[in-house]
């Protein structure tokens, strides 16, 4: 089993940023992938940027260019930098950890409100 534990987020005005952490306890060594998603009220979780044990990332269309997506492979962190952030980024974020199993591993959320 693998455990994440979030930290980070709050209320930010439009513009502002903020920065999520998450740590991953347990069966590390069976993490290949690490991620944020989020989920705003009456909407479905969505992919916000992931990385790979290799460094590899992916963010989705709509943070590109603001966000930035980091880890530390072998202690199995992954960090979101979050800039410019618009109202349309309010959600609850979730970290996001992915085994070689396809075994999915999920953080308890944190909330990100950016008011304008």
């Known amino acids: 089993q693998v455990q994440l534990v979030e930290s980070g987020g709050g209320l930010v005005q439009a513009g502002g940023s903020l920065r999520l952490s998450c740590a991953a306890s347990g069966r590390l060594y069976s993490i290949n992938v690490m991620g944020w998603y989020r989920q705003a009220p009456g909407k479905q979780r969505e992919l916000v940027a992931g990385?790979?044990?290799?460094?590899?990332?992916n963010y989705a269309d709509s943070v590109k260019g603001r966000f930035t997506i980091s880890g530390d492979n072998a202690k199995k962190t992954v960090s979101l930098q979050m800039n410019s952030l618009k109202p349309e980024d309010t959600a609850v974020y979730y970290c996001?950890?992915?085994?070689?199993?396809?075994?999915?591993?999920w953080g308890q959320g944190t909330q990100v409100t950016v008011s304008s």
């Open positions: 996001n950890a992915k085994s070689s199993s396809q075994a999915d591993y």
């Open positions: 990385i790979t044990s290799g460094g590899i990332t």
